[in-house]
């Protein structure tokens, strides 16, 4: 039997609705469930973090993109289309796949009952969860849910919030981006019910991406905080200090405070934790971040000394280090240190949410991290003072930069600086923005009068197919079948709107 939280909320979501999967009509519950400050793994923790001399935190993101490939063209989960066409590239390792996405559920109960402090950060977009409740797989969904909803493993395993359907948020429609952030709220509350996303404070991007357009940064890490997240995961090549240099070495180990200015001079910021080094799956296969934790040690911040933190993310199923030997090299290191931090002195593992609470109850505050912008933002801001800025001056000065200086950009910048997702992508780009202004256009006059037409059959299905074409996949695999699977969804969107 699993034993779960008390619950204090009357919000019940199904998982699907409309038999599509539940992503709106309850925006303002929602907001109000996650809007709180109540602390989320310092009740649980059984880490002292005076005996802790560094820490590592490790994140698994998962995902499948939906596409129209069905039997009879029907929007359906690549992860079903691979079992399906098991002669095709790859597709031979579907099961695989399936079997990466289900095991956490079996790797966590199996080293807490050993007597391990194990930890893990889970990142799964919308497509990839509504793909498994497509395809029937229950029992992927059910093992998740154990180590979710049952409060034995509340201590060990911190979900981590994304874009519902993997959309890179510097090229996505601004609009949508709050809309990304509430249709995976959900989805999550109404597989895992409204108080385990009340628990979900970390936010982890698809592709790392970090917009670096002083609007879009803006309006993304608002849409953030009024989603409830605490604290953003950054790539540390997509950060820059102030005056524009990189990082500290140091500072890549403990909370940043990422601020953000926007075209008409104001600030907002977010507390982000730095992902290091590059994206090879190698370095969570093979458990770099505890090894390389093992070197680290305690550092100054805000005057008191604290553990550093080394804090990676990688791809929970793709390659074969991660099919293969990341489920070997995951368990020995939390039976090595599984008494550190609770009697003992060491490296231990951490959750994000866990350490920035652990700092915090020892007098750490936000004001007290180092503060960090967006890389290429510090060019921007030598031409126009922030005090007097405009919407025009801003313009003009991000204009005068991409003719003077072939370095600067406002693509953003996510795990790899040799992919862009928008050169040689307009065949996609150019739809995808028509209906992500045409869906604006017709509900957005009809929600502000009326905010339970976010309820209605129509909204969701436009809303869906508006969503799925903004997929990162339309765009990472070059032209092609890819760039066709956006053109038929963005058709089949313009369908629903103009009905």
Known sequence: MIATAPSGNRLNLDAMRFGRPNICGWEADIQALVQHNDPIFAPYSNINLDQVTAAFACALHMHQPSIPAGAHGEVICNLQYMFEHQGEGDNHNAGAFAWCYSRMGDFIPELVHNGANPRIMLDYSGNLLWGLQQMGRDDILNNLKRITCDITYHPYVEWLGTMWSHAVVPSTPIPDIKLHMLAW??????????????????????E???????????????????????????????????????????????????????????????????????????????????????????????????????????????????????????????????DNGRGATGVVGLNGTEYIELLEAKGVKPEDYPVCQAVGQHKIWQRVDPDRATPETVAKAIEDLKATDHTFHMDGASWTNNLSWVKGYENVLGPMNQLSAMFHQKYDPLVAKDPAITQSPDYQEALLYNLLVQTSCFRYWGQGVWTDYARELYRRGEEVLKR
């Not at 895992?192 to 009340?198: E, S, T, V, Y």
Request: glycine letters at 10%.
């Open 185 to 206: 709220q959900h989805h999550f509350a109404g597989i895992f019910g409204p108080d385990n996303l009340r628990r979900v404070k970390g936010f982890s991007p698809p």
């Open 208 to 338: 790392m991406h970090l917009p670096n357009h002083p609007d879009t940064l803006y309006e993304y890490i608002k849409a953030l905080k009024e989603c409830g997240y605490r604290w953003l995961m950054v790539q540390e090549h997509s950060i820059e200090r102030l005056d524009g240099s990189g990082p500290r070495h140091e500072d890549k180990y403990v909370p940043n405070r990422l601020v953000a200015r926007n075209s008409h001079g104001e600030e907002i910021s977010i507390t982000v934790l730095v992902k290091t080094q590059g994206s090879d799956t190698k370095l969570v296969a093979q458990m770099q971040p505890y090894h390389e934790a093992k070197g680290r040690g305690r550092q100054l911040l805000g005057g008191r000394e604290v553990p550093s933190c080394v804090t990676q993310i990688a791809d929970g199923e793709n390659g074969g280090v991660m099919m293969n030997e990341f489920p070997r090299n995951f368990h020995g290191p939390w039976y090595e240190i599984k």
